[in-house]
């Protein structure tokens, strides 16, 4: 009995040497596809020969939602939306329009309502999904991410909501805190069942990435340009990502206390894992993002913490998490694309008094 004690206890050790062992090379693997990121700037012709896209098969995003109208039906009689949306097109050719302003978007948008809402006006979605997208100071990149966003979410038949979660006041940016924010504020709004955690310069290009949650948590942001059109590594889960609320709330939600860039993608696919899930992810030719290059921005320089915390999240993930989330709601604006979410998330020091 002792000596079978004894055993567990050793190979419960190893599992653990095992484990902290791989998360330092995951992290020794992202420096390197980091690397990668600036060899490869504009990588998707480089790197060509992954996964080849034709590019002659890519279409306007607005292509075909002149289609769209509405019947003179009231809602209540409205059918279901087919399986398959009729007015998927593939392929989405990015090009990012030279002075574009939000104006020209929202008219683009005819059946976009306030708060940045939309049903289709022709059946009735059997899907709810919000997009939750953190957000400080990258207004150029918002303004480009709603004009393909909207088109393409619509194009996918999709009852849909999107949400800016702008954080307030100067501190160090927090991804991660400002995604539970986001959580929490939308679901007061509706029912949501999925929600997808969204980079605001990350442009999705092909709408057969459906925006819907899977049986387990799903990682959408599978093949961006930057990385050459693949995954960087293995447990990347970093980018676009989508959790139906009961599978959010099984992993107590994302952690509160990544302050600066990088980490805490790595820490929510750890949450996926040690509360027993696993990752889904689409076809490598549909989870294809293009991300609009820009500067590191000021206020989210690189978390120097990152490796060492990502060594303790075993510990840590059941304490922080959406049961502490603190954070003091500011305003909360319905403009006419999204919702505009603003609140002071406090600093690494925890919530001040708000002045
Ligand atoms: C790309 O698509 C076009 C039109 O469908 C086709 O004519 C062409 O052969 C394709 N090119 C490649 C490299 O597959
Ligand atoms: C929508 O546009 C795509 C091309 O981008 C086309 O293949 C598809 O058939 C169109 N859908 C409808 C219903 O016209
Ligand atoms: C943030 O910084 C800017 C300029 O660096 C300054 O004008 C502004 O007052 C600061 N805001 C807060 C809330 O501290
Ligand atoms: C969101 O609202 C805050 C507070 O009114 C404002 O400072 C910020 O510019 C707004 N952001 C966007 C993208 O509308």
Request: glycine share 8%; proline share 6%; with cysteine.
């Amino acid at each position: 009995m002792v000596i079978s004690k004894g055993r567990y206890l050793l190979l419960f050790l190893c599992v653990q040497l095992v484990v902290m062992a791989l998360l330092y090379r995951e992290g020794y693997r992202k420096r390197v596809a980091y690397f990668f990121g600036i060899f490869y700037k504009g990588g998707s012709a480089s790197m060509g020969l992954i996964n080849p896209h034709n590019l002659s098969q890519a279409g306007d995003v607005y292509a075909n939602l002149s289609l769209i109208s509405k019947p003179s039906l009231r809602e209540e009689e409205l059918p279901y939306c087919p399986e398959t949306s009729p007015f998927l097109g593939g392929p989405i050719r990015v090009k990012l329009p030279e002075n574009l302003l939000l104006e020209e978007v929202e008219r683009k948008n005819p059946y976009v309502t306030k708060g940045g809402r939309y049903k289709p006006p022709d059946c009735e979605s059997t899907h709810k999904t919000a997009v939750i997208i953190p957000h400080r100071n990258r207004e150029q990149h918002l303004k480009y991410l709603l004009y393909y966003l909207h088109p393409f979410l619509q194009r996918q038949q999709l009852n849909y909501g999107i949400y800016i979660i702008h954080q307030a006041g100067n501190f160090t940016f927090n991804r991660a805190k400002l995604l539970n924010v986001g959580f929490k504020e939308a679901m007061k709004d509706e029912d949501w069942d999925c929600l997808f955690f969204h980079d605001v310069d990350l442009i999705p290009e092909d709408d057969r990435n459906i925006y819907i949650c899977d049986r387990f948590p799903k990682h959408a942001s599978i093949a961006m340009d930057k990385f050459g059109y693949k995954l960087p590594y293995k447990s990347y889960f970093g980018g676009v990502s989508a959790l139906s609320p009961e599978q959010y709330m099984k992993m107590n939600g994302f952690p509160n206390n990544y302050w600066g860039w990088g980490g805490e993608d790595d820490d929510i696919g750890i949450r996926v894992a040690l509360s027993g899930m696993l990752i889904s992810r689409p076809s490598v030719q549909y989870g294809r993002y293009k991300m609009i290059k820009h500067g590191h921005d000021k206020g989210n320089e690189q978390n120097p913490k990152r490796f060492n915390m990502l060594t303790k999240t075993r510990r840590t993930w059941k304490q922080d998490g959406m049961n502490a989330l603190q954070y003091i709601l500011i305003s909360k604006e319905l403009q006419p694309l999204y919702t505009n979410i603003t609140v002071d998330i406090g600093t690494d020091k925890g919530l001040r008094p708000h002045t």
